[in-house]
């Protein structure tokens, strides 16, 4: 069974640039959610996307956004960037919802520098 | 607002010892804990989910319980390997208010020495 596949690893962006980053979750999974990793604040939750609508969202600006595909898929674009939104993206698929019970599974990250 | 705690922060020890790692999250309103490993530059893989009504589960080399009233888990490590070696990271569903998703504490940098 396939794991959680997210693309690009590796993006480098100068400030000022919109990004998009891609997540594939495990097949049958419906829910996806984001998370930024930065060395100071640790792992800090984005939002949720389930059966294609945005279920759940964390203290972030609204330049960070998403959306999710009929096939569980989602998107997250960050418009605008900053330096400091540098940082390991990680997604997380889950089968229902993470508060459901049957864990979180994490894709490998997206490493976005901003310079 | 939940907050996770994890101590130490970072741990060194000789390959073979038992080690015991610790998470303390302030709400007891949890729908579970789950514990993950990450290696360096990599994402997070899951080792462990104990659900809320439970008290430890076990895989392996690795036990883990729950004391949800007092708001703390430990992960147990047997007999610990150098591939051991990694950050452990705790993190719980909060059930309160507020946004969903995980909440993680900042995880405990592991050494094991060959």
């Known amino acids: 069974k396939a794991g959680v596949t997210q693309t690009p690893r590796y993006l480098i962006k100068t400030r000022g640039q919109q990004v998009t980053l891609s997540c594939s979750p495990i097949s049958g999974h419906r829910s996806v959610s984001w998370y930024q990793q930065t060395p100071g604040q640790g792992l800090q939750f984005l939002f949720e996307y389930f059966s294609e609508t945005q279920r759940n969202k964390g203290n972030f600006p609204g330049r960070f956004s998403g959306r999710q595909f009929s096939n569980s898929r989602s998107e997250m674009n960050v418009s605008t960037l900053e330096l400091g939104d540098s940082a390991l993206y990680l997604c997380?698929?889950?089968?229902?919802?993470?508060?459901?019970?049957?864990?979180?599974?994490f894709g490998q990250g997206t490493r976005l520098t901003v310079v | 607002k939940q907050e996770v705690t994890q101590i130490p922060a970072a741990l060194s020890v000789p390959e073979g010892e038992n080690l015991v790692l610790n998470c303390s999250f302030t709400d007891s309103a949890i729908y579970n804990l789950q514990w993950f490993r990450q290696d360096p530059g990599k994402g997070l893989t899951s080792l462990l989910l104990i659900q809320s009504s439970q008290r430890e589960q076990t895989s392996g080399r690795l036990n883990a319980s729950l004391d949800k009233s007092s708001g703390r888990s430990t992960l147990y490590i047997a007999a610990s390997q150098p591939g051991d070696s990694a950050t452990y990271l705790c993190a719980v569903t909060y059930s309160g208010g507020g946004a969903d998703g995980l909440t993680f504490g900042k995880g405990t940098h592991l050494i094991i020495q060959p």
């Open positions: 997380a698929s889950s089968l229902v919802s993470e508060r459901q019970g049957r864990g979180a599974f």
